[in-house]
């Protein structure tokens, strides 16, 4: 009953914090919270989630075109959502309140060449600060393979817990021809009254292209297996698009363990290993910026991590103050701030016409469109490899 995992001196702001999220909708990012529950790290890292198992990305171009890939497609899909959903509470103890980006802050990292797997690029961009919008892309280059997304949320509150839906979608590019439609499921955020905070999964996300609809649903304890993070996938040829032998694939498990085959196949159908390979950030140069995550939050992770919570409120009201002298500055110049990596698009036809293959609501989302320009450092790296 107790709110055990919170520090006695911070049970004030504790239930203060939830109490204004009970009576707020909209974008929590900005409500202020006890230091107990800050994480260091801010959500423009959050995208590297997506290739941690960068051998899974890979897969998928070495797949045949057809169910062969839709299914590479999803295992690389359910590898990543142990590390997006649950490694807060391993390394941390709970999730935790990530920092909120500031506009036009960019991450920029990547992943080894190894075993013929090619490298792996990640670049991100803040590309809105009100409300907070990520975009993102992925890209190996030696295997055709390119991911370009963006996230945003909207949260609201629901008898103890906080609902996540996401908004947003990712385009996932194989040989520049073949495209897959990403959908992100909903999150629902149970023990905030014990200050242990962890995620569960739920309703639906899609993959479709390749020929084939994939459906996931997800479920907690108590629902279709007993088990928290429970899934159930099922993949389906689209009608008059599927290759040979059109057949259901049904597979179900647990996202952050084990799933298996229940129809169209036999036996297991991934393994979540330990062994994932965490991001390298780009090595930084002027040419990243002031606004490069880590150089941005330096002092304000510091202290989070040390405990000094009062350099962490300090920079953090310095960096906060300067975003708003910028805007200010811009309203009286009469300027508007530009993205650098990204050009923002109102509709994105891949969506609308993958969407409608299943009739995905909305049926039409904006999208930020890369612009190709990575950093010069990248070049470096892919002439070492
Ligand atoms: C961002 C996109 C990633 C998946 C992901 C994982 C965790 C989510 C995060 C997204 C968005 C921000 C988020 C976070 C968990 C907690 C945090 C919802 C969807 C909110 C803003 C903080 C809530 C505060 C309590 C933990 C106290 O691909």
Not at 96 to 105: A, I, T, Y
Not at 113 to 120: A, E, S
Not at 283 to 305: D, N, Q
Request: charged share 25%.
């Amino acid at each position: 009953e107790e709110a055990a995992a919170v520090p006695p001196a911070q049970r004030g702001s504790w239930s203060s914090f939830l109490k204004s999220i009970a009576s707020f909708s909209g974008d929590l990012s900005s409500l202020t919270a006890p230091p107990f529950i800050l994480s260091p790290v801010s959500l423009t890292e959050f995208p590297a989630y997506w290739c941690e198992r960068p051998e899974y990305f890979a897969a998928i171009a070495d797949a045949k075109p057809g169910q062969d890939r839709a299914l590479a497609v999803l295992r690389w899909f359910i590898s990543t959502l142990k590390d997006q959903y649950t490694s807060r509470n391993e390394t941390m103890g709970s999730e935790k309140k990530p920092l909120n980006p500031v506009l036009g802050e960019v991450f920029y990292g990547s992943w080894p060449d190894r075993n013929g797997r090619g490298l792996t690029e990640l670049l991100v961009e803040q590309v809105s600060h009100h409300p907070p919008i990520t975009a993102y892309v992925i890209e190996n280059k030696k295997k055709g393979l390119k991911l370009v997304g963006h996230n945003a949320q909207k949260t609201s509150f629901s008898s103890g817990a906080i609902i996540v839906k996401q908004i947003g979608h990712a385009v996932l590019t194989v040989n520049e021809t073949e495209q897959y439609l990403i959908t992100f499921p909903r999150l629902r955020i149970d023990g905030l009254w014990y200050g242990s905070p962890y995620i569960e999964l739920a309703e639906t996300s899609y993959i479709i292209g390749g020929g084939n609809i994939t459906t996931i649903e997800y479920k907690g304890k108590g629902y279709f297996s007993g088990k928290s993070h429970s899934f159930k996938s099922t993949t389906v040829p689209i009608p008059g698009q599927g290759g040979a032998g059109p057949k259901e694939i049904v597979i179900e498990g647990t996202w952050h363990e084990h799933s298996k085959f229940s129809k169209g196949g036999a036996g297991t159908f991934h393994e979540v290993h330990e062994q994932k390979e965490e991001v390298t950030p780009l090595e930084w140069t002027s040419e990243l910026g002031e606004s490069e995550t880590r150089r941005l939050w330096f002092l304000v992770a510091k202290g989070i991590r040390e405990g000094d919570f009062e350099l962490a409120s300090r920079e953090k009201s310095r960096i906060e103050n300067e975003q708003r002298q910028r805007r200010k500055d811009e309203v009286a110049e009469g300027r508007t701030w530009e993205l650098r990596h990204f050009d923002h698009v109102a509709s994105d036809p891949i969506y609308e016409q993958l969407g409608r293959l299943a009739k995905i609501v909305p049926p039409t989302e904006d999208v930020y469109t890369f612009k190709g320009n990575w950093p010069s450092g990248f070049a470096a790296l892919a002439s070492a490899n």
